[in-house]
C-alpha cells in the first residue's frame, strides 16, 4: 500500500491553462479586486449575533453537564458514596464500587499523550507534513487490525470484530481514494505552507488545547466517577454514551472556534496579498478571535452537532459509489443515499465556517452561499476530488487510537475488567486533542477554496505553481464530468431507442 504521493504534472504551457489564466485575469478585472468585493473585511461596524437559540443550549449543556460530572467524581472521591447517590441507583447496584482517584491518573495519562501527540504534530506541521500524511493514511488500517487482535486476545469479541470492521472499512476506503491522493497532497502541503507563515496560528492552536485540557480535567472526574461506580455494566455504559456525546460537541465546537480565527486569519492574508501588506488591518487575529467567541459563537456551537457527521457519511458514500461499477440496484441504493446526504451537505459543510469569518452570517446561510459559490463556479469538482478532510481526520483517529491504547494497557494491568470502558474514553480524549492541532491545516485548505472561487488571482497571486496545478486539475475533471454526462445521455438515448423498437 505505501504509495509515493507526486503532484499534478503542471503544463502550465497547455490550452486549458491559459484559458484558466485568462478567465481569473478576466474575473478579476471586472470585480475590481480589494476590500469592495468583501464588505464583511472592510467593514469595522458592529456584526449582528447569529443562532442565539444554538449559543443558549450549549452554554446551558456545558453548565448543567458540568454540575452532573462534579457530583458524580466527589461521589467517589477518598471515600465510597460520600453524597449517598447509591440509594437512587440499587436495582442497578451489580459492580464492587471504586474509588475516583482510582481510575482520574489513567485519564492524566491519556490526556497528556493526546497533549504531546498534539503539539507533536504542530512541530513536525512545517518540515515533515508530508511524511506524516502517508503516516495517516497507511498505517491507520494495520493499527486498526492490530487492535482488534489484542481485543480478541483479551476475549473481548464484540470489540474485536468492530475493530476488525473498521481495518476492512479504512483499507476499502483507502483502496477507493487512492487516485485522488496526488491532488490532496497537492492541497495539504499548500495549506501547511500558508499555516506555516502565520506562526500566531500555531500559538492560537496550544492556547485552545489549554483550555480543552481545563475542561477535560473535570469531564474525567466524572467519567472516573462513573467507573468507578457499583452500577451494572449498562447503567455505567449508558451515561458514558451520554457524556461522550457531550465532550465530542464540546471538543468540535472549540475546534470549529480556532477553524473560524484561522480561517478568517488565511484570508486576510490572501486578500491583502500578504502578512506585511500595508493594507493589512491592524491587530487581525484579535479582530478575528473577538467575533469568533462573540457575535459568531451561537453558529459554530449549531454548526458543530451536525457538520462532522454529515461530512463523514459523505466521504464513505462517494468512496464506496465510485467502486459499485456496473450493478445497478446497489447503485440505484447508494445513489439515492448519496443525493441525501448532498442535500444535507448543502446546509451543513465545513466551508461555512469562512463565510462566518468574513462576513460573520448565520450557519445555514453560510453554507448554503458556500455551496452555491462552489457549484456556480465549478469549483465544486475539485471540492469533490479532493479527500484533504478524509486524510487529516484519518491522522485525528490515529491519535485518538494511540492514546486510547496507552491507558488501555495500563488499565489492563492493574483493573482489568474496565479496559474497554476506559480504553475507549481515553481514545475520545485523544482525539479531540489531536483534532485541534490539525484543525489548522483544514482551515487553511477551505480558505483557499473559498478564495479560489471567489477571485482565484488572490491564489495565483500568492502562489503561482500552485495556481496552475489546482487549475489544470479543475479542467481535468470537469472534462472527466463532462464526459461521464455524455455517456449518461447516450445511455439513456439507447435505452428509449431500444424499448422503441421492442414495445413492452
Known amino acids: 500500500m505505501m504509495t509515493d504521493f507526486q503532484s ?49 443550549v450549549f452554554l446551558l449543556h456545558m453548565i448543567g453537564v458540568g454540575l452532573i460530572l462534579t457530583v458524580l467524581g466527589l461521589n467517589r472521591l477518598k471515600e465510597k458514596d460520600r453524597l449517598n447517590i447509591d440509594r437512587f441507583t440499587m436495582k442497578f447496584l451489580e459492580n464492587q464500587a471504586g474509588l475516583t482517584e482510582d481510575y482520574w491518573p489513567l485519564y492524566a495519562v491519556a490526556g497528556g499523550i493526546g497533549t504531546v501527540l498534539g503539539w507533536t504534530w504542530l512541530l513536525l506541521l512545517g518540515s515533515r507534513a508530508n511524511q506524516m500524511m502517508k503516516i495517516a493514511v497507511h498505517i491507520l488500517t494495520t493499527y486498526l487490525a492490530v487492535i482488534s487482535v489484542l481485543c480478541f486476545w483479551s476475549e473481548q469479541f464484540f470489540w474485536g470484530v ?70 451494572d455494566d449498562g447503567g455505567r455504559w449508558w451515561l458514558l454514551v451520554v457524556f461522550s456525546v457531550s465532550l465530542f460537541w464540546t471538543g468540535a465546537v472549540l475546534c470549529n472556534t480556532v477553524h473560524v480565527i484561522v480561517s478568517g486569519m488565511v484570508f486576510l492574508v490572501l486578500i491583502h496579498g500578504g502578512r506585511e501588506s500595508a493594507s493589512m488591518p491592524s491587530k487581525p487575529l484579535i479582530k478575528s478571535l473577538r467575533y469568533a467567541v462573540t457575535t459568531s459563537f451561537g453558529s459554530i456551537c449549531y454548526g458543530s452537532l451536525f457538520t462532522a457527521a454529515i461530512r463523514t457519511l459523505r466521504w464513505k458514500i462517494r468512496g464506496f459509489r465510485s467502486k459499485i461499477g456496473g450493478n445497478e440496484c446497489l447503485l440505484c441504493c447508494v445513489d439515492f443515499l448519496f443525493h441525501l446526504v448532498e442535500t444535507l451537505v448543502r446546509f451543513f459543510n465545513k466551508y461555512a465556517y469562512v463565510q462566518i469569518a468574513v462576513y460573520g452570517k448565520g450557519f445555514n446561510h453560510s453554507a448554503r452561499d458556500a455551496w452555491e459559490l462552489f457549484q456556480s463556479t465549478g469549483v465544486e469538482a475539485l471540492v469533490a476530488y479532493d479527500c484533504s478532510g478524509a486524510v487529516l481526520l484519518m491522522g485525528t483517529l490515529l491519535g485518538g487510537l494511540i492514546t486510547g491504547t496507552c491507558a488501555g494497557v495500563w488499565t489492563r494491568i492493574n483493573y482489568p475488567d474496565r479496559v474497554i470502558m476506559v480504553g475507549s ?68 438515448r439507447l435505452d428509449a431507442h431500444t424499448e422503441g423498437i421492442h414495445p413492452v
Open 8 to 56: 499534478p504534472s503542471s503544463s502550465s504551457g497547455s490550452d486549458s491553462l491559459v484559458d484558466t489564466q485568462q478567465n481569473v485575469a478576466g474575473i478579476h478585472s471586472s470585480a475590481g479586486g480589494g476590500d469592495s468585493l468583501y464588505p464583511g473585511l472592510a467593514s469595522e461596524g458592529p456584526r449582528h449575533w447569529r443562532d442565539v437559540f444554538w449559543l443558549g
Open 162 to 231: 468492530a475493530f476488525a470492521i473498521g481495518a476492512g472499512l479504512q483499507f476499502l476506503y483507502v483502496i477507493s481514494i487512492i487516485d485522488r491522493l496526488p491532488f490532496t497532497m497537492l492541497v495539504l502541503r499548500g495549506a501547511v505552507k500558508m499555516v506555516w507563515s502565520l506562526p500566531e496560528v500555531m500559538r492560537v492552536a496550544c492556547a485552545f488545547m489549554l483550555v480543552m485540557l481545563l475542561w477535560l480535567a473535570l469531564w474525567s472526574f466524572g467519567v472516573a466517577g462513573v467507573v468507578a461506580s457499583s452500577m
Open 425 to 492: 474514553t481515553a481514545m475520545l480524549m485523544g482525539m479531540i486533542l489531536v483534532g485541534l492541532a490539525t484543525v489548522v491545516v483544514e482551515s487553511a485548505v477551505t480558505s483557499i477554496y473559498i478564495c479560489y472561487a471567489e477571485d482565484p488571482l488572490l491564489i495565483h497571486r500568492w502562489d503561482t505553481e500552485f495556481f496552475n496545478q489546482m487549475s489544470e486539475t479543475l479542467h481535468q475533471r470537469l472534462q472527466h464530468r463532462s464526459a461521464r454526462a455524455r455517456e449518461v445521455l447516450t445511455h439513456n
